[in-house]
């Protein structure tokens, strides 16, 4: 996703840059092929439409990993997860926030994780 949108970003400024094509004169060439502005548009359009593509994928993946976090009967194990993989926060600082020893917590995630594959794994199953 970031190198998509790295690449993006270098098209749209190269399309900022390109000059506009002369249409008060005849092609040299009979081809059809988009050149300059046209190529660097096509190229920026596709990219923006992949990188769009993966944000909804991302989302909804992220949407059924919250709502499998979410179906935690231990409040612990879907806090300890909810807040280290939904919002990103290290596990020292997740042990630090609620208290816990970080040994602690790992051992709320680990448990946590295999109770998210278990749901997984009854998911698929169906």
């Known amino acids: ?10 098209l749209r400024a190269t399309a900022a840059t390109l000059s506009a ?9 009979g081809s ?6 046209e190529k660097a548009i096509i190229g920026y359009l596709t990219l923006a439409e992949q990188i769009e593509e993966r944000r909804t ?4 993946i992220r949407q059924r990993i919250i709502a499998d976090i ?3 009967s231990d409040y612990r194990q879907m806090q300890v997860l909810y807040m280290h ?3 990103y926060k ?7 926030e609620i208290g816990y020893s970080l040994s602690h917590v790992k051992g709320v995630q680990t448990k946590g994780l295999a109770e998210i594959q278990k ?8």
């Open 1 to 10: 996703m970031q190198q998509l949108t790295e690449q993006y970003i270098e």
């Open 70 to 72: 979410q179906s935690l």
């Open 85 to 87: 993989y939904v919002l």
């Open 90 to 96: 290290p596990l020292a600082v997740v042990a630090n």
């Open 119 to 126: 749901i997984i794994n009854r998911r698929e199953k169906k």
């Open 21 to 29: 094509t002369r249409y008060d004169h005849e092609p040299v060439s």
């Open 57 to 60: 994928a991302f989302f909804v």
């Open 32 to 37: 059809k092929r988009p050149y300059g502005l």
